[in-house]
């Protein structure tokens, strides 16, 4: 009969076993089994091998039983346990004087003896998870000694236990019965090579076995075997990881790694960032996601990419890690160094999973960071938390969503909130009392305020979890990962280039003869565009009517007719141009809501003010050419200051208008003023031209006895010469004048010119950068 593999716990005994032969001293092994973690047999457990006997393993031992070895006597006396229902370890020892050999051992029930409370190693320490107390004083025991024949000898046996036995269907969870045999061995490895987790290969297992009795073992073994695997094959790989950061960093200083603890032994984390990566940090680093739960690595370390959202609303990667290690100093680490390597600016706000380590983290190194917590992860932990409910309860999901996501106050959520809790009786879960606390950080309506860099508040992040999808999954190893990694990097790049040559060479389609929407399609990016494109076009089915007005800002109410109870309310501050919507869309995303654009339409803003363009949406947001940045558009600066002077004096004569309109008698006074008013603006219209600044003076005013006045910085200051008289001055005035506008005519000239071929430049940049990526994939494919 072939030998079988089995290991034993060795525990403390309950005192000597059997006779004693003078040339011998007991000897004991204590070992508390109550605090041993569950190990798998063949994973750590016991310390070496032991056969079973050939003949009839039914037999009852009986004193004066012989077997060959030592190591036979413990295999036989487990294998009865094991039919009988319940655990052995090996409890005491003897040996000679002579030459200290084992000449006796006894083997006994796991539950032997009592737990020592008093010894040494715990009388002085804290046990912060006290185990469940498992010695009962159980007499049952075998001894065995050695005989002058080397064979071994049955002295003593006691049958009786002192507690209930185990049934033979549950004897597997006995901590001497469980043993991942070879070929079990063999599936696991196989199968966690594929991807597969502990709770899945158990279940492939059982279905192989027919049965969890028939394993041989528990998932914990399956586990810590899993965990001792990755652990032997990481010592290896991880140095591959190391030698490639070194080496890109060799090949390109710019290329920054760190390392958290020993470079060269048992590092614990690892950070890294590419040129590429710290650049575009610079253009988007206003919001960033941080995802840990893509564990994308058959060691199941989490490989942590920092990404961010570029101009055309694409991931962008600002740095990785791989965490070993994932304590709250180790992510502290990891965030500081991350700052570094990012210059030291910290994003606006920060997104990764619900996590109270990761939070703590955050809050330490970016502490003016908003942290929001990722929704749709948390919707998914929902379906498995609340699992029984989605199966019992279909309307429970899209109750939730609704809850969640189309709330548009705090006050709304709350009491949709309690409505939801209490419709499917869940007031006191556990789980949703958590994410309720926090709030905060992941429900949409409390988030509306800062911004994260996303079209709606219902969109999700296309940056989370997506930047190596299709490229690196559960079966990659640390050999394999970088070449995947490398080729994730220049497929997002060339998608990033394809995206720039789109949005230069395909003009937009116009769907409106509004100027705003010309001008909006010459700036942002062609994906942008047509988002700001459906927020414009959206408000011809919006109103907007004023509903107070405090004589520096005007609120408006916005709303689809018939919706009133739908409202939005815009407050608009005409003289400063800025506006801000209830929706406060803006501030989450960067882009003009329809109500606010609805507002711009009634109030006849034509286009765009400047500080409504973000340059990081713009087709220039990594271009480096600033005069084009100062003066991109001539007609849009003319608009918008003929806009903001229309809006003053409307303004101003709407208050005129209802103060005048309260008595006949102000009704007649207000009349006879807007005459005069009038009669000055025409004359002001007919001599326009003549009103200029030359050397800080204003000319043209007439005094009331019809004579020209001269000031400077609003004092009287007479007669400029004494030797020209009124007539020569006015004519060499209008000369410089003409002159002046001459050369301000030349130079628009100059600088529209210049602008063109900067932009020409610009251009042609990134179409020979497009041109050079066509290349290299033409070469690679070549290849």
């Not at 490398?486 to 409106?512: C, G, I, Q």
């Not at 919706?563 to 003009?592: I, P, T, W």
């Amino acid at each position: 009969m072939e030998n079988e593999v089995i290991e034993f716990d060795i525990g403390l005994g309950g005192g000597r076993v059997g006779g004693g032969d003078e040339d011998g001293v007991d000897i004991e092994h204590p070992v508390d089994d109550e605090e041993i973690v569950d190990t798998p047999p063949g994973g750590g457990l016991g310390s070496g091998e032991i056969y079973i006997p050939e003949g009839d393993l039914d037999l009852e031992p009986y004193e004066g039983m012989e077997f060959e070895s030592e190591e036979a006597a413990k295999a036989f006396y487990n294998s009865y346990a094991r039919r009988v229902g319940f655990s052995t370890r090996v409890s005491s020892s003897r040996r000679s004087r002579r030459d200290g050999a084992i000449i006796q051992r006894s083997f006994v029930c796991a539950k032997e003896g009592f737990r020592n409370l008093n010894e040494k190693r715990t009388k002085d320490r804290e046990i912060k998870r006290p185990r469940t107390i498992t010695r009962v004083g159980c007499k049952a025991s075998l001894s065995v000694k050695i005989q002058d024949s080397g064979k071994w000898v049955v002295s003593g046996f006691t049958k009786e236990h002192n507690h209930e036995l185990v049934p033979p269907d549950k004897v597997h969870c006995l901590r001497s019965h469980r043993q991942i045999s070879g070929p079990a061995k063999t599936l696991i490895d196989t199968l966690q090579a594929a991807g597969m987790g502990p709770r899945r290969i158990m279940s492939a297992l059982i279905k192989e076995y027919g049965g969890i009795s028939k394993v041989g073992f528990t998932e914990v073994d399956c586990r810590n075997y899993m965990r001792n695997n990755r652990q032997r094959s990481l010592e290896g790989d991880i140095q591959l990881l190391l030698d490639y950061l070194r080496q890109m960093h060799a090949e390109n200083p710019s290329f920054v790694y760190a390392v958290q603890g020993d470079d060269d032994q048992s590092p614990s984390n690892v950070f890294w960032a590419d040129p590429k990566s710290r650049m575009n940090y610079t253009y988007f680093g206003d919001t960033v996601t941080f995802d840990t739960t893509y564990r994308s690595n058959r060691y199941r370390l989490p490989f942590a990419p920092f990404t961010g959202v570029n101009h055309h609303g694409q991931p962008v990667l600002f740095g990785c890690a791989f965490l070993i290690n994932e304590s709250e100093a180790s992510f502290i680490w990891l965030f500081k160094t991350w700052l570094m390597a990012m210059s030291g600016r910290p994003p606006v706000s920060i997104t990764t999973d619900h996590d109270a380590v990761i939070g703590s983290s955050i809050s330490q190194v970016f502490p003016e960071t908003r942290h929001r917590f990722c929704k749709w992860h948390i919707f998914k932990k929902c379906q498995e938390k609340l699992s029984h409910v989605f199966l019992r309860h279909p309307t429970f999901e899209a109750d939730f969503h609704k809850c969640v996501n189309l709330t548009d106050s705090t006050e709304e959520f709350e009491s949709c909130w309690l409505s939801l809790v209490d419709k499917y009786d869940l007031r006191d879960h556990e789980w949703l009392q958590t994410i309720h606390s926090a709030r905060r950080q992941w429900v949409p309506v409390y988030l509306r305020d800062a911004f994260f860099a996303e079209m709606s508040i219902t969109q999700r992040s296309d940056s989370m979890n997506s930047y190596f999808d299709g490229y690196v999954n559960a079966s990659t190893n640390l050999s394999q990962f970088f070449k995947l990694y490398e080729k994730a990097l220049e497929s997002r790049n060339e998608k990033e280039v394809k995206a720039d040559y789109d949005t230069m060479n395909a003009s937009p389609v116009l769907r409106t003869p509004s100027p705003m929407e010309k001008q909006a399609s010459e700036l942002y990016t062609r994906k942008l565009f047509v988002r700001f494109q459906e927020e414009l076009v959206g408000t011809l089915t919006f109103m907007a009517s004023k509903a107070d007005d405090d004589g520096e800002t005007t609120t408006y109410q916005v709303a689809k007719f018939g919706e009133d109870h739908k409202a939005y309310y815009v407050k608009f501050n005409v003289l400063e141009m800025r506006a801000s919507c209830s929706c406060q869309m803006f501030e989450f995303s960067g882009l003009l809501c329809r109500h606010v654009l609805a507002v711009f339409r009634v109030t006849n803003v034509l286009t765009l003010p400047s500080h409504y363009i973000l340059k990081r949406w713009t087709r220039n947001a990594k271009s480096s050419v600033i005069l084009e940045e100062r003066a991109s558009d001539v007609l849009s600066s003319y608009l918008e200051s003929h806009t903001v002077r229309y809006n003053t004096l409307r303004h101003e004569a709407f208050k005129f208008a209802d103060e005048g309109a309260k008595s006949i008698d102000t009704y007649n006074v207000a009349m006879s003023s807007l005459q005069e008013a009038a009669k000055k603006v025409a004359l002001a219209a007919k001599t326009e031209g003549r009103f200029d600044m030359v050397n800080g003076h204003f000319r043209g005013q007439s005094t009331s006895d019809g004579s020209r006045a001269y000031y400077t910085s609003g004092e009287h200051q007479g007669s400029l010469g004494q030797n020209l008289s009124e007539d020569d001055m006015d004519r060499k005035i209008r000369e410089l004048t003409e002159e002046l506008n001459c050369a301000n005519g030349k130079c628009e000239v100059y600088r529209a010119n210049l602008l063109s071929v900067l932009k020409d430049i610009d251009e042609h940049k990134q179409q020979l950068s497009v041109k050079v990526q066509n290349v290299k994939l033409s070469m690679k494919d070549s290849f």
